[in-house]
Every structure is written in C-alpha cells, then in structure tokens.
C-alpha cells in the first residue's frame, strides 16, 4: 500500500503518556471502526521509540489496523545536511524495524528557516537509505498560499501522498477549508491528498458534532481515499465526538 485508505487517527507522544493497558487501548481504536493509525516513532532525530510505543503498535495490529509511523521534520541552518539525514534515517530505522506501512514526515515552522528546504532533501535521503522504501507522506499546513516561505518544492519531492491539517480552529466551516486546501494543494502536485480533520480542543474553542460530520460528508462528496483525525488522545476523551466519529465509515 502506498498511502493509507479509509479512516485513521494519529496517535501523538504516546511515550509520555501513560497507557496502562495497549491491548485495551488498541480495542478501542478499532471499535471506533479506525483502518489506520499513524504512531509518533521520533521527534527529529529524538526517538519516540520505547516499550509502550513498541506495544501499543503490536496492539494495533492484533486488532488488523495498519500502522504508519509519522515525526517531525526540524532541520535548518549550516548543518541543514546532517542533521536532516539523521532525521530521515532514524524514522527509517523505525519503520524498517517495525515492519509498518511506511512513515508520515511532518515538516513545520523550523523549515521555514534558512536552508530548511535543505533540510528536508536530506531528511527525505536519509529515510530511503535506512528504511529501504520509498513509501512515505507528507503533512504540514493546510493552505500552501499563506506559507510562501515554506519549502514546498522540497517538501513535496517524491512522497506518495500528502496529508494537509485542515484544522478549522476558531470555525465551525470545514467543509469549505476542506474544499480551499484540496484547491491550493492540486495546483502544487497531483498525488492522494488525505485530510486530517481537527478533533481538539483551544481555548475557547472546539469542533462540534456537526463540524466532524460536515468535515466528513465532504470528503465522501470529494471521493476522498482516506482522512484523519487529530489525535487520538483528545478525540477518545469527549465521548460526543468519538460517538460521531465511530458512526462514520
């Protein structure tokens, strides 16, 4: 498989956070009627790679979920080079180690600096050379037209697809930014273009029963082959949205 189909969930720092029992945890996720999930493995070149991480992915899939591994991209500056390879190389090991689907690379503000773009070149070198695969996805901001110093070039260089977070923060219109984010990315590159919707909460805001099912009905009406929700700590922790959530195919 070279990108993920169906419903997913990311799973975030599940190393920091205590998960007393993954088998159970993972029976949940799969009640929830998720096909996917996409597991923190490294931050950089930080592994996010102990016991719990290990078991939470044996645990998944027990459960007959295909699991992905997904980490940031920090690497800038003089030594944009190594330490992006570094980078790469650790989600390969991850990935090749663990025997999972592929990675998910998540490059953000710290690309936006000098020589960010070098960076993720490198990043995405390293990964190659370590993970012997090619499968790999992108996710970063959602609308490619208000981040013109971000190195979509280099970001967007051979991944298989793309996952932007259409996170509608402040809102409650996904099906538009849904529609505006898929517009800006297809003029960038033709590749699977997987949302991931936003099922979290801020201060003073948080996405409503009706925005996760507006938020889904429109990536039906775009044929859609998959999407996402972040994360799954906050979505398992308001029993409205996982409800909602759990209804969707």
């Not at 991480?53 to 645990?59: D, E, S």
């Not at 490198?122 to 090619?134: C, I, L, P, T």
């Not at 800006?184 to 003073?204: C, E, F, H, N, R």
Request: with cysteine; charged share 20%.
């Amino acid at each position: 498989m070279t990108h993920p189909t169906g419903k997913g969930i990311f799973i975030w720092q599940a190393s920091r956070h205590y998960i007393p029992d993954p088998a159970a945890e993972a029976a949940k996720i799969k009640a929830a009627g998720f096909k996917w999930a996409a597991v923190q493995t490294c931050d950089g070149y930080m592994t996010q790679w102990p016991l719990t991480i290990i078991l939470i992915i044996n645990a998944l899939e027990a459960q007959g979920i295909e699991v992905w591994s997904w980490g940031m991209i920090y690497a800038n500056g003089a030594n944009a080079e190594g330490w992006g390879y570094s980078e790469g190389a650790i989600a390969g090991h991850h990935r090749r180690e663990l025997d999972l689907a592929g990675h998910i690379f998540d490059p953000e503000a710290w690309v936006k600096r000098p020589r960010g773009g070098v960076g993720v070149t490198w990043a995405y070198e390293g990964y190659a050379s370590s993970a012997f695969s090619q499968v790999k996805g992108m996710t970063t901001y959602r609308y490619p037209e208000l981040h013109t110093t971000f190195p979509w070039k280099e970001a967007l260089a051979g991944v298989s697809f793309v996952m932007p977070q259409v996170y509608w923060e402040r809102a409650h219109n996904p099906d538009w930014q849904l529609r505006r984010s898929l517009d800006q990315y297809g003029k960038l590159i033709q590749a699977p273009y997987i949302p991931i919707g936003a099922a979290y909460g801020v201060t003073g805001w948080e996405p409503t029963v009706s925005d996760l099912r507006a938020f889904y009905a429109e990536v039906k009406v775009l044929d859609l082959p998959g999407y996402a929700f972040w994360n799954w700590r906050t979505l398992s922790r308001r029993p409205n949205l996982l409800r909602a959530v759990s209804d969707m195919e």
